[in-house]
């Protein structure tokens, strides 16, 4: 499974680029709101010179229309944009326009997987299932996702990829790749608390005092030997 960042936030992107371990960005307009002063356009191409891989950018249009206005304008900005539409008519009727100009979309606000496959047959690139809003009225999110990997899994038609969002912990991660997704995308927090575990900094400290230890016995002599 692929993991992407779900913010709009420069540095975030610039700090977990470096790990190596980023294969796109997803933005919304939320995330976006929060980054104060930033231009939407240059936002998202400094994101795509950070990142080799879909960036996510979505529509604020309610119709079909200005939807598909806006995602040409989006997909011109750099060809890793993904056009980013909410699961309604309007967000399919764009999907199926924009896919024959060659533009890709990302359908976005799924939440059951009926919204998933329509989205799929208009022709998405990907779905994004937000597991973390489901588990909030207390639904099973990964349930979701599950259900949609069978369907798509079922029909050697859809190539749609599954992308598992509204992630809140690490837990949701594993769960998501258990059970189908094809990607999960992930707020930096996320992303940091799954890399960090206390055996590691305990197993690290242990080693490091050893180590220091055997060097604070050892003759300038030994020592010198030891470092040829
Ligand atoms: C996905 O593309 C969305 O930006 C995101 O995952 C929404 O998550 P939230 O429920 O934390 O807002």
């Given at each position: 499974m692929k993991i992407?960042?779900?913010?709009?936030n420069l540095n975030e992107i610039r700090e977990a680029a470096r790990w190596g371990i980023l294969s796109g960005v997803t933005t919304n307009p939320s995330l976006l709101a929060k980054e104060e002063g930033a231009d939407f356009?240059?936002?998202i191409r400094t994101i795509a010179g950070l990142v080799d891989g879909p960036i996510s950018a979505e529509?604020?249009?309610?119709?079909?229309?200005?939807?598909?206005?806006?995602?040409?304008?989006?997909?011109?900005?750099?060809?890793?944009?993904?056009?980013?539409?909410?699961?309604?008519?309007?967000?399919?009727?764009?999907?199926?326009?924009?896919?024959e100009d060659g533009i890709r979309c990302n359908v976005t606000l799924i939440f059951n997987a009926n919204q998933?496959?329509?989205?799929?047959l208009a022709g998405a690139f990907v779905v994004s299932p937000f597991i973390g809003r489901l588990d909030d009225i207390s639904q099973d999110g990964t349930d979701l996702i599950r259900e949609i990997a069978a369907?798509?899994?079922?029909?050697?038609?859809?190539?749609?990829?599954?992308?598992?969002a509204s992630i809140r912990h690490p837990r949701h991660v594993i769960e998501s790749a258990?059970?189908?997704?094809?990607?999960?995308?992930?707020?930096?927090?996320v992303l940091k608390q799954g890399l960090t575990h206390p055996l590691t900094d305990r197993g690290i400290e242990r080693f490091l005092s050893d180590w220091r230890a055997r060097e604070a016995t050892r003759t300038p002599a030994a020592a010198g030997a030891g470092s040829e």
């Amino acid at each position: 499974m692929k993991i992407y960042l779900d913010t709009a936030n420069l540095n975030e992107i610039r700090e977990a680029a470096r790990w190596g371990i980023l294969s796109g960005v997803t933005t919304n307009p939320s995330l976006l709101a929060k980054e104060e002063g930033a231009d939407f356009q240059d936002t998202i191409r400094t994101i795509a010179g950070l990142v080799d891989g879909p960036i996510s950018a979505e529509a604020v249009s309610e119709d079909a229309d200005g939807m598909v206005r806006e995602g040409r304008e989006f997909a011109a900005w750099h060809p890793n944009v993904i056009v980013k539409v909410p699961c309604t008519a309007a967000g399919l009727e764009a999907v199926a326009r924009l896919k024959e100009d060659g533009i890709r979309c990302n359908v976005t606000l799924i939440f059951n997987a009926n919204q998933a496959l329509m989205a799929a047959l208009a022709g998405a690139f990907v779905v994004s299932p937000f597991i973390g809003r489901l588990d909030d009225i207390s639904q099973d999110g990964t349930d979701l996702i599950r259900e949609i990997a069978a369907i798509f899994e079922q029909d050697h038609d859809i190539e749609t990829q599954i992308l598992a969002a509204s992630i809140r912990h690490p837990r949701h991660v594993i769960e998501s790749a258990l059970a189908g997704a094809h990607i999960a995308t992930c707020p930096l927090r996320v992303l940091k608390q799954g890399l960090t575990h206390p055996l590691t900094d305990r197993g690290i400290e242990r080693f490091l005092s050893d180590w220091r230890a055997r060097e604070a016995t050892r003759t300038p002599a030994a020592a010198g030997a030891g470092s040829e």
